[in-house]
């Protein structure tokens, strides 16, 4: 029972390069998250979805796309990275109590 | 202010004392509350839901305070694996409604 799994773990980019961090869950969950954790502030969210082929902003989404096309896999684009977007991204999927994937360290140089 | 708002410590404490972690919500609204746990460099883990009512789970214990939009989560008998980030968590209606504390970081030592 893999849970969430995100890919990559680790990333160094480039100032204006783009990725794209996947994430994929196997619980059937309609709700899918991206959220960013950076020192001191807490977990904070990017973007979130609530069904296949829906997605809607959180609350720190500049800079940021997303895309919902199956139910399990929920993906984070980033067009053109900033030194601002260096932190550690987790995807999340569930209703309430949520299930986490292991992260993405990211480092935008 | 912010909405959820907790003690960032860190808390130092001796193996087998009781620990209290404390947190306050500002949307009278909210609906859920949950404790995670985080280590150094995981993810977020569900710990415990937490009920009006109070609730248990072994040597941890939650509570929740409506009038006061205060949250609670006493630790007893510290363990050295009990060592983590704590985070208060609170939603007020729907899964992206979804605020998370910054966390309270607990050491515990031998």
């Known amino acids: 029972n893999a849970g969430v799994t995100q890919t990559p773990k680790f990333r160094v980019l480039k100032t204006g390069q783009s990725m794209t961090l996947l994430c994929a869950q196997d619980?059937?969950?309609?709700?899918m998250y991206w959220y960013r954790q950076d020192p001191g502030m807490g977990l904070r969210l990017i973007h979130y979805?609530?069904?296949?082929?829906?997605?809607a902003k959180g609350e720190v989404p500049d800079g940021y796309n997303v895309s919902r096309l199956k139910k399990q896999n929920f993906l984070l684009g980033l067009e053109s990275a900033a030194p601002s977007q260096t932190s550690v991204y987790f995807c999340?999927?569930?209703?309430?109590?949520?299930?986490f994937g292991s992260g993405t360290r990211l480092t935008v140089v | 202010r912010k909405e959820v708002e907790q003690d960032p410590g860190p808390f130092n404490v001796p193996e087998g004392a009781t620990v209290a972690f404390n947190c306050t919500y500002s949307?009278?609204?909210?609906?859920?509350f949950f404790w995670y746990r985080q280590d150094c460099r995981k993810e977020p883990k569900l710990l415990m839901s937490?009920?009006?009512s109070g609730n248990e789970d072994g040597r941890f214990t939650a509570q929740l305070n409506r009038a006061s939009q205060y949250i609670s989560l006493l630790i007893r008998d510290s363990k050295l694996s009990d060592s983590a980030t704590y985070l208060c968590?609170?939603?007020?209606?729907?899964?992206?409604?979804?605020?998370f504390g910054a966390g309270t970081r607990l050491f515990v030592k031998a």
């Open positions: 999340a999927s569930g209703a309430y109590g949520y299930t």
């Open positions: 619980m059937n969950h309609e709700y």
């Open positions: 979805s609530v069904g296949e082929g829906t997605t």
């Open positions: 949307n009278s609204a909210s609906q859920s």
């Open positions: 937490v009920y009006s």
């Open positions: 968590v609170v939603n007020s209606g729907g899964g992206f409604k979804t605020i």
